[in-house]
């Protein structure tokens, strides 16, 4: 496997508020904003509740696992690494191509949402130019230092953090019983018992539960951030730790609020249920307010997202699997080329939505949605199989400065409910298709790493033969 040579490194400049700012700014977006009244309708609100509870508790789980393997060896290539190591290369190859593809496909949509957006105010501006004002200012901030890139986006998610927390506030004030303007509905929370406590059936928190764990998703970047921390034990110990508390109180009570003050059937996800909720207050200009939220929430999805995709392609010339060129950075320490890559498939894939959204387009959206529960799923066998190899070399579990408690069931869970996930996707006509595209690629990916590597040792052999 290649090492990093002097003009490859990533250059230090993470601190642990930008860590943390950076995993609560790629999970806080749409998928809390928008979809979040989605899963109410579909799960009713007990069930909503409880499939974010259960969401809650697996990330929990695949993030201490990361924690273990990042604070032991931190890396900016985070779990294609680790997977790499522990699983094998072509397991490594793999995740970190899904990984790609699920974040450029997610580039793609956010700079069409956002110009989508803006013409709320700029009606007659099409929406392309928007895209492509936006796409200039995401490729200047990850050119930049790490340190430009991670200031930025602690300010987006500072701005997406205290729009939730405003909102657990005037939520808990509307269930008291506070005045409030409007016919907005709260005596003895009974829209959990309004329609049973499971109008939908139970099969359906389940169902949901893959929406939910997309909604999570991104909490792994702080892994990715781990290789370019200045203090990286210390500032991932402190980040995971501070980000799984904020994002179980930020989400299963912003569910529990939601779930408790809009009636199932009036939940979806035609307007944000933030909008609903804000707008039985009183609060001037809400609608205004939180599409400019919404915005900056994918903004920021975008910012990290292009951050995140270029790590992984960098890693990828960094262990051999690609190009070298992809591992080069600039005086800056941003590996530019990586960066430039990502940003490009960024725009085939929003051309492809345009150009062929019922082919192309719709595979890619469906890999990248699949693509966060195997992440997750990795993660958790790759913390296993590092802790039994680590063990068996004589190591001493207590001697690790961060590790997984109650093991091996918290690995063995996350995985568990990761198929459980895969297995409500299944289930699910609307989602089934993803199921249809993953599997053929995830095999494609393992079958053109083969190749690619039996004709490397081909080539290798070749060369050091002597003429006859």
Known sequence: M????????????????????????????????LSSGYSINQAGPLGA???????????????????????????????????TRYLGPGTGYTIAWLYWLNWTVAIGSEFTGAGMLMQHWYPDVPVWSWSLLFGVVILALNLFSVKI??????????????????????????????PHSGDIHTRYLDNFTREGLFPTGIWSVFMTLVVVLFAFSGSELVGIA???????????????????????????GTIIILAALIPREDANVEQ?????????????????????????????????????????LWTLGNQGFISKRYTRVSRFGAPVNAVLLSLLGALASLASSIYAPGTVYLALISISGFASVVVWMVIAAAQMAFRRQYVKQGGDVKELHYRVRFYPWVPIGAILFCLIACIGMACDPGQRISIYFSIPFIIWCYIFYKIKMKYRAKMTTH??????
């Open 226 to 252: 781990s290789g370019e921390a200045k203090d990286p034990q210390n500032s991932l110990r402190k980040a995971i730790r501070v980000t799984i508390a904020r994002l179980a109180i930020f989400f299963i």
């Open 49 to 83: 509740v409880l499939a974010y509870a259960i969401g809650a508790l697996v990330m929990y789980m695949v993030m201490v696992c990361l924690g273990e393997l990042a604070v032991y060896t931190p890396n900016s290539g985070s779990f294609s690494v680790y997977a």
């Open 272 to 312: 944000s249920p933030f909008v609903t909720v804000f707008s039985h207050v009183g609060l001037p200009y809400v609608g205004d307010i939180m599409n400019l939220v919404i915005l900056t929430a994918m903004l920021s999805a975008a910012n990290s997202g292009l951050y995140a995709s270029a790590r992984m």
């Open 2 to 33: 290649a090492q990093q040579d002097s003009d490859q490194e990533l250059k230090t400049g993470m601190q642990t508020r930008h860590m943390v700012m950076l995993a609560l700014g790629g999970v806080i977006g749409t998928g809390l904003f």
């Open 149 to 178: 890139f991670a200031e930025t986006e602690f300010w987006l998610s500072l701005i997406k953090v205290a729009t939730v927390i405003v909102f657990l506030a005037v939520g808990i004030w509307l269930i008291l019983g506070f």
């Open 463 to 468: 060369s050091f033969e002597s003429p006859n």
